[in-house]
């Protein structure tokens, strides 16, 4: 059943004068608003309407871009804020122009009247601005004509719509959409939108982008479930057509009657479906929540039409100028329709497609037994269900690019040829191809008009293929380009007069790659352009065997024997078109980068983020090398599941997950960051690398992070900074990172400057304990070489860093609010009972403070001299600012030495140097020692 709807145009301007001629009868103002309301503003703020008032009762309250309606910017109406419910002051709310009202908390917001206009080209919208659990009541139109639109934004933002909706016949569809567009079951089903009231009509498309529709929907419409979406119906439903495509996903506890049904590109059968039937079919179950309820039913009215019994064949070849659609070349004398399969005959004759782009009416068409399709023209042919047998072409008649759509199934065995008739004739395969039912083990890619310019024909000559496929033999060029994505997992074979162009990231250390010298020198070698990472398992180039490792595509046009001449010319890599930062990895599996921050939800398992297009695996190492946010997927417990994981160049480890994050064979270069959103802790084990430190954020004072990882250190790695980017004072104790794994090697210097930090796995640091900041050792700590400073607040000597001492603690040098404590051991009570620093330990302190304060004193490596008039300069760089030094001398070292002290030199930091007057002496010695 089919239903055509008549579009009624309506133009704004004719609905605002209505909405005007209403509010006159009711002696009601329409107030405009006068302007966008940006973040952080809502109706309540006066100065964005007309009569510079908050919304009130007797007014209707327009949303344009001007005064008097006649201009076509689309503003934003924005909801207050908070929890709060509120109640829309005025009469109504009308949005016009494309304008949209955006939902800022996470209240109910209740409107006498709220209309939504679409006007055909700009989509009337309401939008989740991140309150998750809003609730729109009330009465609710939407109105015009077009499309209006639902927009939850992103991830984790779930609307309710409890208002009556009433949805005019001009708007024939509603789109369910998401800026963010998440990939996963549980990222799309955490946001999008319920309709709970029952009263709920609307018969047009439902077009189910992102995230999950559920609710009363009405009746007598269609269903389009995209790939990351998610339809819920809430009461029984009868309509036209349900489209889930792959990864799309619909709870089936309600009965559903539809007259057709798309199901993973597949058309279902005309029956009644039972849910427990659905969920287990081999095609069907994944589309079907295992949820659904196995009593429910899904009744589709009209299936697909039925299979053709019979073949029609071509007569003989059909010559340039013919096509396919002459009635005169095939056995029944007809032009090709559904009722029929095609099929040349064994002769192996020749099918011209039109010179116009055109669709086969056939149920399907069969290409063996040494048979040519011709693409004609250079236009667009659509084939599906296209079959192509061994020994069988496919050709490119002319100069001009074709293009070939539809499904292309490869059968038989053997080989299937594409091949450019002339040059100039590069053509573009964007079928789906299948070799699921054949043996084919070659793809040979040919020029057939001879020529002896290589460059021509490899650079204009050849096929493109644009789609995926299941190719696991060989790709032989033998002549012209082959270009594109869809290689699946073959290997190649690039011949004299070959060139082959990978578009995308290519692996598979299955795949062989071969690039031949031509024997021939008029016609040139064969030749590969190389601008993606490319993996292969082995690569003989030119005769030459690449050891296993990554090249570079610099290296590759330096090298002797299949390298560019000094021009960029020649060589087996186009030195014009390879990229120098290109890589060839050879049996060896290349390092995968990040190229954009990762968005909450998906986190690291975000295909778009790496370089390869894929989630994380173990076959890979992968690198954050930029100021980038390296997510934890925001899961339950999530592993990293790369064989490992390298941040530098000022890359973020931002947690946001529940639970602990394991990540091993971790590691993070001096200047990158951890910050803390969500989660306990993360766990496995991380390395610091490079000269400085990294950075431990809890970005706001509610946030504890515990690191179980082991953490180890470079002696070059020298500090970790503890802070908080929005701290408040007072929330020393509630913010900050626990270290808890008591293996940890660091022994640099912990600078607690906002925040806590807490733990076992202290290891060997020192520690600076900034006015903000607290410490809190987890376990007894010796280290007779760290120093603990803890910072006095400069405006008030009452306040300042803290630490708690629920352990024994002993350091070498101690600094507590600007006092250096003697050699000693001290208990919490002495600590606490002191008059200036006694607030720097916290009061449930127990343990006790001892300081050995052995002074190392850092030997003279390099001692430097010079003599200037009577004085004598000496210099050197190893000094300590706790050591004290001593100039002697001595005239005579024959004898017993009698060193005499000269002048003792207080220790600074850096170079030292020490000026005194020379002896009167021949000569005379002079040596430094420290005291």
């Known amino acids: ?18 909405i005007l001629s209403l509010g006159l009868s009711a002696q009601a103002q329409t107030i405009y608003q006068t302007a966008s309301m940006s973040v952080g503003k809502s109706w309540l703020d006066a100065d964005f309407w007309s009569n510079t008032n908050a919304p009130t009762a007797g007014n209707d309250y327009v949303n344009a871009n001007d005064n008097n309606g006649t201009g ?4 934003t ?14 009469d109504s709310l009308t949005l016009t122009n494309g304008g949209f009202i955006t939902l800022k908390g996470t209240g109910t917001y209740t409107f006498n009247s709220l209309s939504v206009w679409s006007d055909g080209v700009r989509d009337g919208k309401i939008s989740n601005g991140g309150a998750n659990g809003a609730i729109i009541d009330g009465a609710l139109f939407l109105k015009g004509t077009g499309t209006a639109t639902l927009d939850s934004q992103g991830p984790n933002r779930l609307t309710t719509i409890s208002a009556t909706v009433t949805v005019d016949a001009g708007i024939d569809t509603i789109d369910l959409a998401m800026n963010q567009t998440p990939t996963t079951v549980p990222a799309y089903t955490s946001s999008g939108f319920t309709l709970t009231n029952p009263a709920n009509s609307f018969d047009g498309l439902w077009n189910v982008q992102h995230g999950l529709l559920k609710g009363f929907l009405g009746n007598g419409g269609s269903f389009y479930v995209d790939t990351t979406a998610y339809l819920d119906p809430d009461a029984d439903y009868t309509g036209e057509v349900l489209t889930i495509q792959p990864g799309g996903m619909i709870l089936l506890d309600q009965n559903i009657t539809m007259d057709e049904c798309f199901v993973n590109l597949e058309q279902m059968g005309a029956k009644t479906w039972s849910g427990a039937e659905l969920k287990v079919h081999p095609v069907y179950s994944n589309a079907f929540d295992t949820a659904s309820l196995d009593n429910a039913t899904l009744t589709v009215l009209s299936g697909p039409p039925p299979l053709p019994t019979e073949t029609q064949y071509l007569t003989a070849d059909m010559p340039a100028g013919t096509d396919w659609n002459d009635a005169g070349y095939w056995t029944n004398t007809e032009t090709p ?3 029929y399969f095609y099929a040349n005959d064994t002769s192996g004759w020749v099918l011209q497609t039109p010179v116009a782009s055109d669709i086969f009416g056939g149920y399907d068409l069969t290409i063996e037994n040494g048979g040519i399709l011709n693409l004609q023209g250079a236009a667009t042919y659509t084939v599906d269900g296209l079959k192509l047998g061994g020994g069988s072409k496919i050709t490119r008649g002319t100069t001009g690019a074709a293009t070939l759509n539809g499904t292309l199934d490869l059968t038989g065995s053997g080989t299937v040829t594409f091949s450019a008739l002339a040059t100039n004739a590069l053509s573009t395969i964007a079928s789906f191809i299948t070799t699921s039912n054949s043996s084919i083990d070659t793809i040979a890619i040919d020029v057939e008009e001879n020529s002896t310019s290589n460059t021509a024909v490899k650079a204009n000559s050849g096929f493109i293929f644009s789609k995926e496929s299941d190719f696991t033999g060989l790709w032989k060029v033998e002549a012209g380009m082959l270009k594109g994505i869809g ?10 007069m070959g060139r082959l162009d990978f578009d995308e990231t290519y ?9 031949e010298m031509s024997s021939n020198t008029n016609i040139g070698d064969g030749t590969m352009i190389l601008d993606q990472t490319v993996t292969v398992g082995s690569a003989t180039i030119w005769g030459e065997t690449l050891a296993p490792g990554l090249y570079s595509g610099a290296d590759l046009k330096a090298h002797p024997v299949f390298g560019t001449d000094t021009n960029g010319n020649g060589g087996a890599f186009s030195g014009n078109k390879t990229l120098d930062t290109a890589v060839l990895a050879v049996g060896v599996a290349p390092p995968v980068f990040q190229t954009k921050s990762q968005p909450t939800g998906l986190g690291w398992n975000d295909p778009t983020s790496w370089d390869n297009g894929l989630a994380p695996t173990n076959i890979f190492d992968y690198i954050c090398d930029r100021a980038l946010d390296f997510r934890s997927a925001n899961v339950a417990g999530p592993v990293f599941g790369g064989r490992s994981i390298t941040l530098m160049n000022g890359a973020r480890l931002k947690s946001r997950h529940s639970g602990y994050a394991t990540i091993t064979n971790f590691t993070m270069h001096a200047g990158c960051e951890i910050r803390a959103v969500t989660g306990t802790g993360f766990a496995g084990d991380l390395a610091l690398v490079g000269e400085g430190g990294i950075t431990c954020n809890t970005e706001i004072p509610t946030r504890k992070l515990e690191m179980a990882s082991l953490i180890t250190a470079d002696e070059s790695f020298t500090n970790i900074t503890i802070t908080c980017n929005g701290f408040t004072a007072g929330a020393e104790t509630a913010t900050g990172f626990t270290f808890s794994n008591p293996s940890n090697t660091f022994a640099g210097t912990w600078n607690i400057e906002k925040g806590y ?6 290891a060997q640091g020192s520690f600076i304990v900034g006015v903000n900041g607290f410490l809190q050792p987890g376990a007894e700590y010796v280290n007779t070489n760290a120093d603990l400073t803890v910072v006095i607040n400069p405006t008030n000597s009452a306040a300042g860093g803290q630490i708690q001492l629920d352990h024994d603690m002993t350091a070498n040098k101690v600094v507590l609010w600007g006092v250096e404590l003697a050699i000693g051991t001290y208990t919490s009570a002495e600590l606490r009972s002191h008059p200036v620093y006694g607030g720097a330990i916290h009061p449930l302190s127990s343990g006790s403070l001892t300081v050995t304060f052995i002074p190392v004193i850092p030997e003279i490596g390099t001692l430097t001299y010079s003599i200037e008039g009577s004085d004598l300069i000496l210099g050197w760089a190893e000094g300590s600012k706790y050591a004290t030094y001593t100039l002697q001398s001595d005239n005579n070292l024959a004898i017993a030495p009698d060193w005499t002290d000269i002048v003792d030199i207080p220790g600074v930091d850096g170079p030292m140097s020490v000026t005194n007057t020379i002896s009167g002496d021949p000569q005379t010695f002079y040596r430094v020692i420290g005291n």
Do not use: Y
């Not at 930090?757 to 202290?762: H, Q, R, S, V, W």
């Open 1 to 18: 059943m089919k239903k055509s709807r008549t579009t009624k145009h309506i133009l704004c301007l004719s609905a605002w004068s209505a």
């Open 487 to 496: 290689f699946g997992s073959g290997s190649f074979l690039v011949t004299d």
């Open 507 to 515: 692996f598979n250390l299955g795949a062989d790659l071969t690039i």
């Open 77 to 90: 109406t924005r909801t207050p804020g908070g929890s709060e419910s509120h109640t829309f002051g005025g």
């Open 72 to 75: 076509t910017t689309a503003w």
């Open 337 to 339: 329709s559904q009722a």
């Open 757 to 762: 930090l807490k733990g076992e796995g202290l």
